[in-house]
C-alpha cells in the first residue's frame, strides 16, 4: 500500500509542478504584454504631442499635408511594430504551452507503458494479448500526438511567416500611398 501511496504522491506532485509551469507561462506572458502596452501608451503620448508641435508649425497647407501624411506612415509603423511584439509575445507563449503539453503526454504514456510492464508481470495467464492491446493503443495515439504536434508547428510557422508577411506588405503599401497622395498635393499646388 505504501507503494501506490508514493506513486500517488509523486503523480500529485507532478501535476501541481505542472501546473506552476503553466501559471508561470502565463504570469510572464501577460507581464510582457502589460510592459509592451504601458510603453506603447507612454510612446504614443510623446508621440502625439511631438506631431502635435511639429503639424501646428507647418506654414502653409502643403506643408501640413506632408507633415500629415508623414505621421501616418510613422503611426502605421509603429502599430505594426506593436502588432508583431504581441504576436511574438504570443507565439512564445504557445510554444512553451505546446512544449509542456507534449512533455506531459510523453510522460503519461511512459507511465502508462510502465504500469502495464509491472501488471503483466503479476497477471494471470492469457492477459498478454489484452495488455498488448493496451499498448498498441498509447503507441498509437502517442504517434498521433506526435503528428497532431507538428503540424500545430507548421500551422505556427506559416502563421508567423504570414504575419511578417502581411505586415512588411501593410508599411510598403502605406508608405507608397503616401507617396502618391504628397505627389498628387504638390501637382495641385
Given at each position: 500500500m505504501?507503494q501506490?501511496?508514493?506513486?500517488f504522491?509523486?503523480?500529485?506532485?507532478?501535476?501541481?509542478?505542472?501546473?506552476?509551469?503553466f501559471?508561470?507561462?502565463?504570469?510572464?506572458?501577460l507581464e510582457?504584454?502589460?510592459?509592451l502596452n504601458?510603453?506603447?501608451?507612454k510612446?504614443a503620448l510623446?508621440?502625439?504631442?511631438?506631431?502635435?508641435?511639429?503639424?501646428?508649425?507647418a506654414?502653409d497647407?502643403?506643408?501640413?499635408l506632408?507633415?500629415?501624411?508623414?505621421?501616418a506612415?510613422s503611426n502605421?509603423?509603429q502599430?505594426?511594430?506593436?502588432?508583431?511584439?504581441l504576436y511574438?509575445i504570443?507565439s512564445?507563449?504557445?510554444a512553451e504551452?505546446?512544449?509542456?503539453?507534449e512533455?506531459r503526454?510523453?510522460?503519461f504514456?511512459r507511465?502508462v507503458?510502465?504500469?502495464?510492464?509491472r501488471?503483466?508481470?503479476?497477471?494471470p495467464?492469457g492477459?498478454?494479448?489484452a495488455?498488448a492491446?493496451?499498448?498498441s493503443?498509447?503507441?498509437?495515439?502517442a504517434?498521433a500526438?506526435d503528428?497532431?504536434t507538428?503540424?500545430?508547428?507548421q500551422v505556427?510557422?506559416?502563421?508567423?511567416a504570414s504575419?511578417?508577411?502581411?505586415?512588411t506588405?501593410?508599411t510598403?503599401a502605406v508608405?507608397?500611398a503616401?507617396?502618391k497622395?504628397v505627389?498628387?498635393?504638390n501637382a495641385?499646388?
Amino acid at each position: 500500500m505504501s507503494q501506490a501511496q508514493q506513486q500517488f504522491a509523486e503523480y500529485a506532485t507532478e501535476q501541481v509542478e505542472s501546473a506552476l509551469r503553466f501559471a508561470r507561462i502565463s504570469l510572464d506572458s501577460l507581464e510582457r504584454v502589460t510592459r509592451l502596452n504601458i510603453e506603447s501608451a507612454k510612446n504614443a503620448l510623446e508621440e502625439n504631442a511631438r506631431n502635435a508641435e511639429t503639424l501646428a508649425s507647418a506654414r502653409d497647407l502643403q506643408e501640413a499635408l506632408a507633415v500629415r501624411q508623414r505621421l501616418a506612415e510613422s503611426n502605421v509603423e509603429q502599430f505594426s511594430a506593436y502588432s508583431k511584439s504581441l504576436y511574438e509575445i504570443a507565439s512564445q507563449a504557445q510554444a512553451e504551452i505546446a512544449k509542456l503539453v507534449e512533455e506531459r503526454t510523453t510522460d503519461f504514456n511512459r507511465d502508462v507503458v510502465s504500469g502495464l510492464d509491472r501488471f503483466v508481470k503479476s497477471a494471470p495467464a492469457g492477459t498478454d494479448v489484452a495488455v498488448a492491446a493496451v499498448k498498441s493503443t498509447v503507441q498509437a495515439t502517442a504517434a498521433a500526438v506526435d503528428s497532431i504536434t507538428k503540424a500545430a508547428k507548421q500551422v505556427a510557422d506559416f502563421a508567423d511567416a504570414s504575419v511578417k508577411a502581411a505586415t512588411t506588405a501593410t508599411t510598403d503599401a502605406v508608405k507608397a500611398a503616401a507617396k502618391k497622395t504628397v505627389g498628387a498635393s504638390n501637382a495641385a499646388v
